[in-house]
């Protein structure tokens, strides 16, 4: 299993700013996704970043709004850019293998 | 269109007894199963899968059972401990490969009482 560490762990944002998320793996992997998980509501994926080339995004998601880094294949960064009060979700990272995904603890996000 | 469901939001079970969660989908191209246990403030951690090939999957207390005719899956932990206390999700994914995109239902918050 891959070991994931997300910075930062929480925090509480005005509208209108953006937030700079980390995610940085134990191992190399070739594909990193980013989920957002809004309260009461499932695991909904975001993107799929792949190192070396443009992010992967899902429908509802726009690269102006979530712009994606993939500098290598152990490191990633999510921007959620001029926050509203609907962007207060926790964001999470995973990584794929084995057969399945394994996940960051999350960035607990609430925008004022 | 929610494509997996959990359509319980909570369980409450004595400590010893069967936890049963279940999971329904709507997408039959849908062939690779997996539940994941969730505590909070930590990020999801991975229990057991079920590829559609099969109907049965088991690890330890845990066991997953797939009806592909009816679309759903549920999860049995036997015995059931104080530490199973959390959110469980299901998810779904075409196909096992590290690339395949996860679709997760809304989660069972499961209590384990003494």
């Known amino acids: 299993s891959a070991v994931i560490s997300q910075k930062p762990s929480r925090d509480i944002c005005q509208r209108g700013t953006s937030l700079t998320i980390q995610c940085q793996v134990d191992s190399q992997v070739t594909m990193m996704f980013w989920y957002r998980q809004q309260p009461g509501q499932s695991l909904t994926l975001i993107a799929t970043?792949?190192?070396?080339?443009?992010?992967?995004?899902e429908s509802g998601f726009v690269i102006d709004k979530f712009p994606i880094s993939r500098p290598n294949l152990t490191f990633s960064t999510l921007t959620v850019s001029n926050m509203s009060p609907e962007d207060s979700s926790i964001y999470l990272c995973?990584?794929?293998?084995?057969?399945?995904?394994?996940f960051g603890a999350g960035t607990r996000l609430s925008v004022l | 269109d929610q494509q997996v469901k959990q359509n319980s939001p909570s369980l409450s079970v004595q400590e010893g007894r069967i936890s049963i969660l279940n999971c329904d989908y709507t997408?039959?191209?849908?062939?690779?199963f997996l539940w994941y246990k969730k505590y909070p403030a930590e990020g999801p951690t991975f229990l057991i899968s079920?590829?559609?090939?099969?109907d049965k999957n088991e690890d330890g207390r845990f066991t997953v059972f797939l009806n592909k005719s009816a679309k759903h899956l549920s999860l049995h932990i036997v015995p059931s401990q104080p530490g199973d206390s959390a959110v469980y999700f299901c998810a779904a994914s075409l196909g096992a490969g590290t690339a395949s995109k996860l679709t997760f239902g809304t989660g069972t918050r499961l209590q384990v009482t003494l």
């Open positions: 079920i590829s559609s090939i099969k």
């Open positions: 997408n039959s191209m849908f062939d690779y």
């Open positions: 970043a792949n190192q070396g080339s443009e992010a992967t995004y």
């Open positions: 995973s990584v794929g293998g084995g057969g399945t995904q394994y």
